[in-house]
T-cell receptor, first 111, second 112 residues
Framework: GQQVMQIPQYQHVQEGEDFTTYCNSS?????IQWYKQRPGGHPVFLIQ?????EVKKQKRLTFQFGEAKKNSSLHITATQTTDVGTYFC???????????FGAGTTVTVRA | ETGVTQSPTHLIKTRGQQVTLRCSSQ?????VSWYQQALGQGPQFIFQ???????GRGNFPPRFSGLQFPNYSSELNVNALELDDSALYLC???????????FGPGTRLTVL
């Protein structure tokens, strides 16, 4: 079955620095979604990417979908303490509407 | 807030018991998906309901079952609870299949 992998599992960042988290799928995806989960909270939708090579920005967050639609990345610039949490990518493929989540990247920020 | 609500918030059960979790989808949404999130892991898809019919199922045994009602709210039932069933159970609603899913706050189930 479809597997979605994320690296790194943990990201410890100095406030103000940039970082990137990566997502790779074992199969071609029809779309990929990114979610953020704060400690003790539930996943909150950030963005969906559908097109090959698509790039979308949300303020300091840049999301990219690979040309082969099998990988994605999330880049955060000038990290702030509000960026703390776990970032999940989730993909679906073909007519299978279920979302397969990665294990997430847990981000901590040093002030 | 997404408008998706779940009840109860927390639940403690013992092995072998049965549990029913409830989810009210966001207004206008006819699709509900259920996920199990173990501590430190990503959500795992259990199943999805679309217009009261099961539309897909993940790798969960038959003791995990569900329902969707005409108002599109949904239930997740788990029979013969096992210790490994301890997790956060999330429901997510969307306005149509393959659309963006909006998660509820979850039900934290502890099986002793």
């Amino acid at each position: 079955g479809q597997q979605v992998m994320q690296i790194p599992q943990y990201q410890h960042v100095q406030e103000g620095e940039d970082f990137t988290t990566y997502c790779n799928s074992s199969t071609t995806l029809s779309n990929i979604q990114w979610y953020k989960q704060r400690p003790g909270g539930h996943p909150v939708f950030l963005i969906q990417l559908v097109k090959s090579g698509e790039v979308k920005k949300q303020k300091r967050l840049t999301f990219q979908f690979g040309e082969a639609k099998k990988n994605s990345s999330l880049h955060i610039t000038a990290t702030q303490t509000t960026d703390v949490g776990t970032y999940f990518c989730a993909g679906s493929s073909g007519n299978d509407y279920k979302l397969s989540f990665g294990a997430g990247t847990t981000v901590t920020v040093r002030a | 807030e997404t408008g998706v609500t779940q009840s109860p918030t927390h639940l403690i059960k013992t092995r072998g018991q049965q549990v029913t979790l409830r989810c009210s989808s966001q207004s206008g949404h006819n699709t509900v998906s259920w996920y199990q999130q173990a501590l430190g892991q990503g959500p795992q898809f259990i199943f999805q309901y679309y217009r009261e019919e099961e539309n897909g199922r993940g790798n969960f045994p038959p003791r995990f079952s569900g329902l969707q009602f005409p108002n599109y709210s949904s239930e997740l039932n788990v029979n013969a609870l096992e210790l490994d069933d301890s997790a956060l159970y999330l429901c997510a609603s969307s306005s149509r299949l393959a659309d963006t899913q909006y998660f509820g706050p979850g039900t934290r189930l502890t099986v002793l």
